[in-house]
């Protein structure tokens, strides 16, 4: 039997009563999960599931140090050695706290960000505003890093001064102006800039340094852009800013694609424009906007002509493209053989006016 006067065997039986309370909790939280788990199959919501999160392992993670805080105090009076159990819960339930608000701030930008529809065919203010939600959703979750990681530091004694420096009178936004000059911290301020003015958004079609892709990630300090043949071109967030970019889709998704041939000087464009007309009729790919052909060049052999097309996004122009250029050249080549005695082709594109 234990002898309650020994504080040793009265440890072990707070050490039991510890682990019977914290078991109780376990049992409660996965009781409310399950719970939640079959509510959230029944909707498409992503939030669900980031509540679902709140109640396993930060809910769980807050509830084990505060038991801990609680306990700690009678552990140390029977076993000093243990003195640092205090120091211990205080750190466990500081970042604790910060982890579940850094789910809360995601949680609450998936909110946001499923108000607005990227898939629809006019989606610039979509574009637009889910780019800024989740540009701020890193901003948010970065200063409740540093903070919650400079309270935690408060907790150890060698560490104190450290995390009352970043908390200090110039608080955080101080001492990341006072580091902008450091390449890290200046990405940073540079992703807190694109947010803000918005030079490129999610999904906008930029092309850099010949490399044609589409937005397809934004951090505070890089960019991910998706190459046509699904490569993943990285871009230094602050490039976006000090380097020109080409950017198709900056004010609205609606675009002017253009195909050049280079054909014999005897080749009448009347029956060209008659047939682009009956290429684009019906095509929905096509908005109506422009169908022009046109020389633009004359050169020693050949003649420069250029066919120009608008949609109203650029997948729907690159569709539409490719049809014009493969009806163009079999009609030509059917009605005007000796026209195309030289050919080439280059597809050029401009955003509309």
């Keep these: 039997m234990l002898n309650m006067d020994n504080p040793i065997h009265e440890l072990i039986v707070l050490a039991l009563i510890f682990l019977g309370i914290f078991i109780l909790f376990i049992v409660i939280s996965r009781i409310i999960v399950v719970r939640l788990k079959k509510i959230v199959k029944k909707t498409d919501s992503l939030i669900d599931d980031y509540i679902v999160k709140l109640f396993t392992s930060p809910v769980l993670l807050i509830l084990f140090s505060i038991l801990l805080m609680s306990f700690a105090p009678s552990f140390i009076s029977r076993l000093p050695k243990l003195a640092f159990l205090k120091t211990l819960s205080s750190i466990l339930l500081t970042l604790s706290i910060g982890w579940l608000l850094i789910l809360v701030t995601r949680a609450l930008s998936k909110y946001f960000q499923n108000k607005y529809n990227l898939k629809e065919e006019d989606n610039m203010h979509a574009r637009s505003k889910v780019t800024k939600i989740r540009m701020f959703e890193n ?159 004359c050169r020693e052999l050949v003649k420069e002509v250029r066919i120009s097309v608008s949609s109203s996004n650029i997948s729907d122009n690159f569709a539409l493209r490719l049809k014009v250029r493969e009806e163009i050249i079999d009609f030509i080549n059917s009605e005007y053989p000796n026209a195309l005695g030289i050919l080439q082709f280059e597809s050029n594109k401009s955003i509309s006016n």
């Design 139 to 297: 901003i948010a979750i970065f200063l409740l890093v540093a903070i919650f990681i400079a309270i935690a530091l408060m907790n150890i004694e060698g560490a104190r001064t450290i995390g009352k420096s970043i908390l200090a009178s110039a608080g955080v936004i101080g001492i990341l102006v006072g580091l902008a000059a450091q390449k890290s911290m200046g990405q940073i301020l540079s992703g807190i800039q694109i947010a803000l003015t918005q030079p490129v958004k999610i999904n906008d079609f930029v092309n850099i340094n010949g490399e044609l892709g589409q937005i397809e990630e934004i951090t505070l300090t890089y960019i991910v852009v998706k190459i046509w043949d699904d490569r993943r071109l990285v871009v230094p967030i602050d490039y976006f800013l000090n380097n020109p970019v080409e950017n198709w889709t900056n004010k609205t998704s609606e675009i002017v694609g253009k195909i050049y041939f280079y054909v014999a000087y005897s080749l009448p464009l009347e029956p060209i424009r008659k047939k682009l007309s009956s290429i684009l009729e019906g095509d929905p790919n096509w908005d109506g906007r422009v169908q022009r052909v046109q020389v633009t060049d």
